[in-house]
């Protein structure tokens, strides 16, 4: 009964804080406080303007699913300790920063790891057995490929949200 009451808490697992986000514009980027929520149980994260009251409809929600988590991320001098969230198929990405150190990015880190986007593929391949088992057929194309492929992406998701 334990064991089924610990894993229903660590689905619901919830956090919350004012953040700072990094926010880029024609001039340049600049950082600024949202008050930062997310909700374990609807996998979701959300923002808001920090005075506004949570009955509000928040600025952004996402689903934790659609997003890959980069735990080494740059944040401003006053809080070096951020991290990115980048949806996995458009080039959005969101930088928070944690004001109060390392000790808040890895709480922060440590609960939206397991509910993002790389957790939940690596659990799928984990259900579906060990890919890397399958026989490898010498075709180096398809490796080019997917290589160039991925450095387009990068590339263009760090155009993006400079």
């Not at 809080?79 to 922060?108: D, Q």
């Not at 939206?112 to 490898?136: F, H, I, N, Q, Y």
């Not at 991925?150 to 400079?162: I, R, V």
Request: with cysteine; glycine share 6%; hydrophobic share 25%.
């Amino acid at each position: 009964m334990s064991s089924s009451s610990s894993s229903s808490q660590k689905r619901r697992v919830s956090l919350e804080a004012e953040l700072l986000k990094k926010e880029s514009g024609a001039l340049g980027a600049k950082w600024t406080r949202k008050l930062v929520v997310v909700d374990g149980e609807g996998r979701t994260i959300r923002y808001y303007r920090p005075r506004d009251d949570k009955g509000t409809a928040p600025r952004k929600v996402f689903q934790l699913s659609q997003l890959i988590l980069d735990a080494e991320a740059k944040g401003p001098k006053r809080a070096p300790s951020a991290f990115e969230l980048r949806h996995k198929s458009t080039n959005y990405s969101m930088v928070l920063a944690c004001e109060n150190g390392p000790t808040e990015h890895r709480a922060w880190c440590s609960v939206l790891e397991p509910l993002t986007a790389d957790a939940s593929e690596e659990r799928s391949t984990k259900r579906r057995g060990d890919v890397d088992d399958e026989e490898d057929l010498g075709d180096d194309t398809d490796d080019e490929v997917t290589t160039t492929a991925a450095t387009t992406t990068e590339t263009t998701t760090t155009t993006g949200s400079s």
